[in-house]
């Protein structure tokens, strides 16, 4: 308690002890969130001139918070990537029934993926529950031989009896995908449930032309069926005509955690599909806080958050920016901030510390496979702690940890959020697959330990609302912008918290380790 108190005296005096000093680190923060989401950086999209501004702020700040260059003697390591544009003016689809076409209305009825190359597909349809393959729980929703070039057709989700961490990785993109391919189907069609949509479907067709992109080296690109969609839950009658089944059968079987039918449809799709492909450059920034411990200054904790954001869209009430303030310019702003406090007080710790601002997390976590698969340290990275629109919206009295029960760096957060005070929670919603979902999990996939944060709330309080009116409102909206209430001093007090956070894991004698019972430990080598 004394060594917190400690630190959190010297952040404070160096952020300014003029003012309250909350207040005065809070301040702090936000500039850096003020730069990164300003209009002028046009939403920061991955390959775009504003990106390229705002890697350049972040590397000048690594330079004042006295961070060595982590690729070499340079802040950047080059990401190249492949940018799919959808044609969708060129490109149409149909439902096939009764030997009868009718086109189906693009935004409005379905949003198409967009392939690697431009395809035509007809392919009957089969309705494959959630559409996954869990071995490890026994669980198969894809064991169906009529799966073999068909497409499938699923509801986004899972069943609640699995466990939530198992549930979502078996949910990721490169295991569906790799779990289509086995049962042989060729394609995809993805229904949301109403009621765990982050995003409404107005908003997502509003923004569904931009572009996709994946890494253009080909041994790290995600493995993708010949089509994939994503069908409006409100507009699926025709879908599954004669079928027997209805969504609203199927959307109550998953409310009330009951198994969901599996059954061949009566409807086959015909899709043309118009795709444009060309290489676009980015580029990860990572920086280093060399270990001082001869024995241990080869294993590294990374503090990782991502740059990018979703550049600019369709104009909503005149705005067409995706500033991205909280997501996640609020992360990069706590990477700086936490390397301005330790340089502040002269920290030494015994592990090195490598400060990782990522790109193309809106992609698909592509930065972060990226690095994890290409890291430019040399050495073991043995924890990711990472910063994803941690959303202080409130005064910090909770905070929900996703990984909290995988690993011992859940007992870490524990103690030094506990030595202040502030309770941790457990993810209280599993179901919205968010341990898998940001840059945490690309080192997860490599074996690392690493945990992710949300400021927590305690049902039916005015918290809870708070938070969800914003992920309805404000996620992936031109509405994350710098006109939104943030509590600034909730802010600070949280990188407090996890600068108390690095420096135990980076001065601790063992490295983190996954917990006996962790799904995760098996990707541990």
């Known amino acids: 308690m004394r060594?917190?108190?400690?630190?959190?005296?010297?952040?404070?005096?160096?952020?300014?002890?003029?003012?309250?000093?909350?207040?005065?680190?809070?301040?702090?923060?936000?500039?850096?969130?003020?730069?990164?989401?300003?209009?002028?950086?046009?939403?920061?999209?991955?390959?775009?001139?504003?990106?390229?501004?705002?890697?350049?702020?972040?590397?000048?700040?690594?330079?004042?918070?006295?961070?060595?260059?982590?690729?070499?003697?340079?802040?950047?390591?080059?990401?190249?990537?492949?940018?799919?544009?959808?044609?969708?003016?060129?490109?149409?689809?149909?439902?096939?029934?009764?030997?009868?076409?009718?086109?189906?209305?693009?935004?409005?009825?379905?949003?198409?993926?967009?392939?690697?190359?431009?395809?035509?597909?007809?392919?009957?349809?089969?309705?494959?529950?959630?559409?996954?393959?869990?071995?490890?729980?026994?669980?198969?929703?894809?064991?169906?031989?009529?799966?073999?070039?068909?497409?499938?057709?699923?509801?986004?989700?899972?069943?609640?009896?699995?466990?939530?961490?198992?549930?979502?990785?078996?949910?990721?993109?490169?295991?569906?995908?790799?779990?289509?391919?086995?049962?042989?189907?060729?394609?995809?069609?993805?229904?949301?449930?109403?009621?765990?949509?982050?995003?409404?479907?107005?908003?997502?067709?509003?923004?569904?032309?931009?572009?996709?992109?994946?890494?253009?080296?080909?041994?790290?690109?995600t493995q993708a069926g010949q089509f994939s969609a994503t069908w409006n839950p409100s507009k699926t009658e025709a879908l599954f005509a004669g079928s027997g089944h209805t969504m609203e059968e199927i959307f109550a079987a998953a409310n009330a955690n009951q198994p969901l039918p599996h059954f061949v449809m009566k409807t086959s799709i015909r899709a043309h599909v118009v795709t444009s492909r060309e290489k676009v450059d980015s580029r990860n920034l990572v920086a280093v806080r060399p270990g001082s411990d001869a024995r241990l200054k080869n294993e590294f904790v990374v503090i990782s958050a991502h740059l990018d954001h979703l550049g600019v869209g369709a104009p909503v009430n005149?705005?067409?920016?995706?500033?991205?303030?909280?997501?996640?310019?609020?992360?990069?702003?706590?990477?700086?901030?936490?390397?301005?406090?330790?340089?502040?007080?002269?920290?030494?710790?015994?592990?090195?510390?490598?400060?990782?601002?990522?790109?193309?997390?809106?992609?698909?976590?592509?930065?972060?496979?990226?690095?994890?698969?290409?890291?430019?340290?040399?050495?073991?990275i043995v924890a990711d702690i990472n910063m994803d629109m941690f959303l202080p919206l409130f005064p910090l009295r909770y905070l929900e940890i996703q990984g909290l029960n995988e690993s011992t760096l859940g007992d870490d957060i524990r103690a030094v959020a506990g030595a202040v005070k502030v309770e941790i929670q457990a993810d209280k919603d599993p179901n919205a697959n968010r341990f898998i979902r940001s840059d945490q999990y690309s080192f997860i996939k490599k074996g690392v330990p690493a945990l992710a944060f949300k400021f927590g709330w305690v049902p039916g309080s005015n918290e809870e609302k708070i938070y969800k009116a914003w992920y309805t409102n404000r996620y992936h909206a031109v509405s994350d912008d710098l006109s939104q209430p943030v509590d600034k001093e909730a802010a600070a007090q949280f990188n407090a918290i996890l600068v108390s956070l690095l420096r135990r894991v980076a001065d601790a004698e063992k490295a983190p380790s996954w917990k006996a019972d962790s799904f995760f430990r098996r990707f541990a080598h």
């Open 3 to 221: 060594r917190t108190l400690t630190f959190f005296l010297l952040f404070v005096f160096v952020l300014g002890a003029a003012e309250p000093a909350w207040v005065a680190a809070g301040k702090a923060w936000w500039a850096h969130i003020e730069y990164l989401a300003d209009d002028k950086l046009e939403g920061r999209n991955v390959g775009s001139k504003g990106y390229d501004v705002a890697a350049n702020y972040v590397v000048s700040q690594f330079e004042k918070a006295g961070l060595a260059p982590g690729v070499g003697s340079s802040y950047s390591q080059p990401v190249e990537f492949a940018k799919l544009t959808l044609n969708e003016q060129a490109s149409s689809l149909a439902l096939i029934y009764d030997k009868s076409a009718t086109p189906v209305k693009l935004g409005d009825e379905a949003l198409l993926g967009s392939p690697h190359d431009t395809t035509d597909t007809e392919a009957p349809l089969v309705f494959a529950g959630y559409g996954l393959a869990i071995p490890d729980a026994g669980y198969n929703d894809l064991k169906d031989p009529a799966l073999k070039g068909a497409i499938a057709v699923y509801l986004m989700g899972g069943p609640a009896q699995i466990d939530g961490n198992l549930r979502s990785h078996s949910s990721s993109a490169d295991e569906r995908g790799k779990a289509m391919k086995a049962a042989g189907a060729i394609g995809t069609i993805a229904i949301p449930n109403p009621k765990s949509m982050d995003i409404p479907w107005a908003r997502q067709s509003a923004n569904r032309l931009q572009a996709r992109m994946g890494l253009a080296d080909p041994a790290l690109a």
């Open 318 to 380: 005149g705005d067409a920016i995706f500033n991205g303030a909280m997501d996640d310019a609020s992360g990069i702003a706590s990477l700086i901030e936490i390397a301005r406090a330790l340089k502040a007080a002269k920290v030494k710790t015994k592990r090195s510390i490598v400060f990782a601002a990522v790109t193309g997390e809106e992609k698909g976590l592509q930065g972060s496979r990226y690095y994890s698969e290409r890291p430019t340290v040399k050495g073991k």
